[in-house]
């Protein structure tokens, strides 16, 4: 759970990220920022900010911070009811960003500061994407991502996102952030 002050201060550090990356905002999106700490209240270590463009039936493009060494939790997008998961591309803005996906291991995953999440962060295959670099992720794939040294502004695009649908290696993952005065949702 976040506190109000926890909630904005992550806001107006990820327009800092998104500033440094030359993503220019409206008032309106700077305000719609989502701040995910996946329930555990360990925002520095896991978690995500987020903003949405668009997201239909159909597409769905959205803008991800990861602050210094933040981590989203390993999960996967599975079919539902015949319709497959969230197929998606991660393109790298600025900085680095860690992608680990289900697969060979061929680096030791990233863990410092994780000890307590590491059982629950298993896919070992790493792809590490720079600015300009961008990898796709097929339905069902297991994947968790994490910011290098100076943390990492990277756009999403996608089919329509489900994000209630996530299934999360970690049972105590809960993917929309509660607040000390009420819930907010993406």
Request: charged fraction near 20%; glycine fraction near 10%.
């Amino acid at each position: 759970m976040l506190t109000l002050a926890e909630l904005g201060h992550a806001k107006q550090r990820a327009l800092g990220f998104y500033q440094q990356a030359g993503i220019v905002l409206t008032a309106a999106e700077k305000d719609a920022i989502e701040v995910a700490d996946f329930g555990l209240s360990d925002l520095d270590a896991i978690g995500l900010e987020v903003l949405t463009y668009v997201n239909t039936a159909r597409v769905c493009a959205k803008e991800l911070v990861l602050f210094p060494g933040q981590t989203c939790p390993e999960h996967r997008h599975p079919t539902r009811n015949g319709v497959p998961g969230k197929e998606e591309t991660f393109r790298c803005r600025w900085g680095k960003v860690y992608l680990y996906v289900a697969g060979a291991a061929n680096a030791t995953p990233h863990l410092q500061g994780l000890d307590k999440y590491a059982a629950h962060l298993v896919a070992a295959h790493e792809i590490v994407l720079l600015p300009g670099e961008q990898y796709t992720l097929m339905p069902d794939t297991l994947h968790w991502f994490r910011g290098g040294a100076e943390g990492a502004v990277v756009s999403e695009f996608s089919t329509r996102s489900t994000d209630e649908a996530d299934l999360f290696t970690d049972p105590a993952i809960n993917r929309f952030t509660k607040v000390a005065e009420g819930e907010v949702g993406a």
